[in-house]
């Protein structure tokens, strides 16, 4: 009688956890890959112009029919199916909202690269420009320093501004030199 009781039990277990859905409807997990293509593509369009989302958006929703083996119809009821069983049409959303949010994830990272790669190259450019400007300024500054060292008359001169200078001062320094005629 026991064994009796346990195969009886066994048996509605078993019939009991088979799923009553039908074999045209789509799997649970082929499902979330069609509602998360889906709803790329509804994004991508809200992104275009809206002469354009006309042209694109059957061919784009046909692509990706054709890619679960599909057609619109079985895509239909298999939405209408899921709705009337609303704790499994929300696990199904659950599992397309984590893949949408970690796809998100992976275009900000892969932005942030992007981004990054830019800045270096911009700052290596920027580094060059101002290492540019900086010589130039410096060299502007040592050919005005030089300017004025050629006026100097002492080599170890105090205010370090130019003196007034004279030819016949020129001439003296120049025959201390010996570096007349």
């Known amino acids: 009688m026991q064994r009796f009781l346990g195969i009886l039990l066994f048996f509605i277990f078993i019939v009991g956890c088979k799923s009553d859905r039908p074999d045209y409807i789509i799997k649970e997990k082929e499902m979330a890959g069609l509602l998360r293509d889906?709803?790329?593509?509804?994004?991508?369009?809200?992104?275009?112009?809206?002469?354009?989302?006309?042209?694109?958006s059957a061919?784009?929703?046909?692509?990706?029919?054709?890619?679960?083996?599909?057609?619109?119809?079985?895509?239909?009821?298999?939405?209408?199916?899921?709705?009337k069983q609303?704790?499994?049409l929300n696990r199904i959303y659950l599992?397309?909202?984590?893949?949408?949010?970690?796809?998100?994830v992976v275009a900000q990272e892969v932005s942030r690269k992007a981004q990054r790669e830019i800045f270096v190259k911009d700052s290596i450019r920027s580094a060059h420009v101002a290492d540019s400007l900086?010589?130039?300024?410096?060299?502007?500054?040592?050919?005005?320093?030089?300017?004025?060292?050629?006026?100097?008359?002492?080599?170890?001169?105090?205010?370090?501004?130019?003196?007034s200078w004279s030819?016949?001062?020129?001439?003296?320094?120049?025959?201390?030199l010996k570096l007349t005629n």
């Open 38 to 56: 889906l709803h790329l593509i509804d994004g991508y369009l809200n992104t275009l112009p809206s002469d354009s989302v006309q042209r694109l």
């Open 59 to 83: 061919n784009l929703i046909e692509g990706v029919y054709q890619h679960y083996h599909v057609d619109s119809m079985i895509v239909r009821e298999s939405l209408e199916y899921y709705s």
């Open 86 to 88: 609303p704790q499994v």
């Open 95 to 104: 599992k397309v909202d984590a893949e949408l949010k970690d796809m998100a």
């Open 134 to 163: 900086l010589r130039l300024k410096n060299d502007s500054i040592r050919s005005k320093v030089m300017k004025h060292l050629l006026y100097w008359k002492d080599s170890d001169s105090v205010d370090l501004k130019p003196k």
């Open 167 to 176: 030819w016949e001062e020129r001439s003296r320094l120049l025959e201390k």
